[in-house]
């Protein structure tokens, strides 16, 4: 019983290195590391070698421990990533997902068997991504999201040994300009005619409830229900698999009322599907046609809807905690970035004031700069509130004292003003 690294000298003048595993009752095999160097550059040698040898250390690990599921291991381990990840696709039927295998294809051009995945692997598939001319950063970061949201699901089927997941970390997002509507843009979608008045009331129902096109897509009448009489939707988010209640405004009752008596037309048979919609594809059509209808100035995309519901919540006096509970965040880090939209529609509103003509004469003695008791102590008050805030948030606090948030800094009073909306 044992496990050896082998050597193999391919026609490009590199090394590769192979993993030779025997067992005296399972027999033997051979699989490739997935690691390969220059011999005649020592360093690189050297560190490939040590990686094949870590793996092969916990190959033995686990021949000592279950030889036969190692063995057992010897026949997954020359099936192909490519039709299983296609297989994960087709099931899941996101995108982003499908959109991947042209890449995987033009990264291998041939087969990937399982026995070559490994930290090494992705590693290169991760820095090819970044290559690619037709895809920005941020589709990059997603692509390499979802590959290894597959990787994961093959070890904890036993494909691979360890989770090389872990290894590889991700491609930084870059921020990017959140298009979104002021009111006054959704009244004017609201009056604009649209090729589909399903995919319309779909808009503005996510306009006013923060939902993503997937859950929009998946919402069922039985998941709206009245809580202490309230209209509630209680539903699992796609992307995250969290349970929500989701509050309904007004205006999303208003919409629904208004989906159920297009149900006769666009599902005859009856459904229990909230909204009828139809492709992806086919929903961007409609919207872009809308959009150049109502003269918006970007293009008009559903994504843009949940956009629209956190600025116009937030505008609206909302806390940035509540905001990121009503779009089901798991952290407020990520609603952060629409506060900064707000604070760049303050800016614009506070610029655009008009410029009054001092007085020269004003005697500086009517502008006094001492603080009244009461006014001290609403100081202090706000301080003990934003420290309260920053440590809640984890914020860290610069040399001048300031706490960063939202991409600015803030002292503990200012702090406690912004996020607590101006009140």
Not at 46 to 71: M, N, S
Not at 173 to 178: E, L, Q, S, T
């Amino acid at each position: 019983m044992g496990v050896k690294i082998r050597e193999r000298k391919l026609a490009s003048g590199l090394v590769a290195f192979y993993i030779d595993t025997y067992h005296k009752d399972f027999g033997r095999f051979s699989q490739k590391s997935g690691y390969q160097a220059d011999p005649k550059i020592r360093k690189e040698y050297k560190e490939a070698l040590a990686v094949a040898q870590d793996k092969a250390r916990e190959i033995e690990k686990d021949l000592q421990r279950d030889p036969a599921g190692v063995f057992g291991r010897k026949a997954m381990a020359a099936e192909d990533f490519r039709d299983y990840y296609r297989q994960f696709a087709e099931r899941d039927r996101y995108s982003k997902y499908m959109n991947v295998l042209p890449l995987l294809d033009r990264f291998s051009g041939e087969v990937i068997p399982f026995s070559t995945l490994n930290a090494a692997w992705l590693e290169r598939f991760k820095k090819f991504l970044l290559t690619v001319d037709t895809i920005n950063q941020n589709t990059a970061s997603g692509y390499l999201v979802s590959v290894k949201t597959v990787l994961r699901q093959l070890y904890k089927e036993g494909f691979l040994h360890e989770d090389i997941t872990t290894k590889v970390a991700g491609i930084k997002r870059k921020d990017v300009k959140r298009n979104f509507l002021n009111i006054e843009q959704v009244k004017a979608l609201s009056q604009v005619e649209c090729d589909s008045e399903m995919i319309k009331q779909a808009f503005l129902f996510a306009c006013f409830t923060g939902l993503r096109l997937s859950d929009v897509e998946r919402l069922q009448w039985d998941q709206i229900n009245f809580i202490n009489g309230d209209p509630f939707i209680q539903f699992q988010q796609r992307k995250t698999s969290q349970y929500e209640n989701l509050p309904l405004s007004d205006q999303a009752v208003k919409t629904l009322q208004n989906v159920k008596e297009l149900h006769s037309v666009y599902s005859p048979e009856g459904s229990q599907k909230v909204f009828i919609l139809p492709s992806r594809q086919r929903i961007q059509q409609v919207l872009y046609s809308w959009g150049l209808r109502a003269r918006l100035p970007f293009r008009l995309t559903f994504h843009i809807s949940r956009h629209t519901f956190a600025t116009m919540s937030l505008a609206g006096g909302a806390d940035l905690y509540t905001v990121g509970k009503l779009l089901g965040h798991r952290e407020i880090r990520t609603t952060q970035v629409y506060a900064r939209v707000i604070d760049e529609s303050k800016l614009k509103a506070v610029q655009a004031l008009p410029v009054l003509a001092m007085d020269k004469g004003l005697p500086e003695a009517d502008v006094s700069s001492e603080v009244k008791p009461e006014q001290s102590s609403l100081v202090q008050a706000l301080k003990a509130k934003g420290e309260r805030i920053a440590k809640a948030l984890d914020l860290e606090k610069n040399e001048e004292g300031k706490y960063e948030f939202a991409g600015r800094y803030y002292s503990a009073a200012e702090l406690a003003v912004e996020v607590s909306g101006g009140e």
